[in-house]
């Protein structure tokens, strides 16, 4: 691939992922307009959006760190944007597992508070763990909006997921001194580190 095209399947990549952060707030303003139909249309392809745009990167050999921290954006903000549209669509499901969300959402304040103290900005581990639980919750998402009442399972599936994806990410930032992105997980960085020491 040439210089001018590699930069321009750069551009293509990063702007699929951009996409996704213009994309919350007109989402936001769809949903509270009660424009649920065409929200949910929408938050679909943002969450689609979130599952080739890595993999175009790495494919086409383009990931970077802003691409990285892009992509955390997009993501969390897709996320936020779809319990935000469970909570007015589905109220009674989010009273429902308040307990468990006001876990995880505990979670987040750790390891983004943790990581903001050790590397003075917030993580772009992008762990194995991380993509299956963005994949669990945006299935779960999507399909909430789509069935009549969501499914039970999978959101609690999504919940261990994302408990322990937040476990993992809070022991990594204890782990690694500096600032990294794409850390396949913990079990890879433990590796590494025994290798080191060997």
């Given at each position: 691939m040439s210089k001018e095209n590699n930069r321009l399947t750069y551009f293509l990549i990063n702007g699929i992922t951009v996409y996704r952060i213009i994309?919350?707030?007109v989402l936001l303003i769809l949903l509270f307009n009660g424009q649920y139909n065409i929200f949910k249309w929408l938050l679909g392809v943002s969450f689609f959006t979130d599952l080739i745009d890595g993999f175009l990167a790495r494919k086409y050999k383009v990931a970077s760190v802003i691409g990285a921290k892009l992509d955390?954006?997009?993501?969390?903000l897709t996320v936020v944007v779809g319990m935000i549209g469970l909570l007015v669509i589905k109220p009674d499901f989010?009273?429902?597992q308040k307990v468990l969300l006001i876990i995880l959402f505990g979670l987040f304040v750790i390891q983004s508070v943790y990581a903001l103290i050790r590397y003075r900005k917030l993580t772009n581990f992008h762990t194995r763990l991380a993509k299956l639980a963005a994949l669990l919750q945006g299935?779960?998402?999507?399909?909430?909006f789509?069935?009549?009442?969501?499914?039970v399972v999978l959101f609690y599936a999504a919940a261990i997921i994302t408990f322990l994806e937040l476990i993992e990410e809070i022991v990594l930032v204890g782990l690694l001194p500096?600032?990294?992105?794409?850390?396949k997980g913990l079990y890879w960085v433990l590796k590494r580190k025994n290798k080191k020491e060997e």
């Open positions: 994309a919350a707030p955390s954006i997009g993501d969390d989010i009273k429902e299935v779960f998402l999507i399909l909430s789509f069935t009549k009442e969501p499914v500096v600032w990294e992105a794409n850390v």
